[in-house]
């Protein structure tokens, strides 16, 4: 059914795709921090057909959203726009997650991860790409206020060329936050209050990082 006045909707919408610079809600790279225009992309990672690692009755697609959503409000309430490239438990690909913020001219993209490995291997890693100065500030910022909250053992921010990191187009980071395949970081993984202090540490890391250009 079309609605009365969907005309003048549809023109203003064209007006503000005319304007410079885009519409007024897009952000853009160069925003200051705490504007409103300020992009922040939070990716949890894998979902729907990819569980991602599955340990110790842990489902890392699952966990990973969880945080992502607790850590959506938080950012917000520090005045930034958050753009999730999933809010449920659907299947994304690589290349879809980054077009999601490249589309959106995203500021930052962090992606959302736990670990998996040894039952012995422990702690918190966060990743940027390569030779990447910016990525390598955000991750260290995210990193930083994860490990001070959770308080696992330190892997330290490494370099790596995940396919998020490659193929977004803006600053990025992936936080590793605790290992599933360790029977009690798995444990520390199923409480609530955990996850939520996962997500308390990206934001403030993100915080950091956006508040000192
Ligand atoms: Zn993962």
Known sequence: MKKAG????AAVIMALLAAPGGPAGLARADAPPGSGLVLVC???GHGG????ANYNGVQEKLVNLDIALRAKPIIEGMGYRVLMTRTDDSTLSLQERCDIANRANATIFVSIHNNAYMTDSEGTETFCYYNSEEGRRLATAVHRQVVRRIKLPDRGVKEAGFYVLKHTDMTSALVEGAFLTNPAEALLLQDP???QKI???VAAG???FLMDP
């Open 49 to 52: 057909n990819d569980s991602g």
């Open 42 to 44: 939070l990716d949890p």
């Open 206 to 208: 993100i915080n950091d």
């Open 193 to 195: 209050r955990f996850r």
């Open 199 to 201: 997500a308390e540490g």
């Open 6 to 9: 969907s005309g003048i909707v």
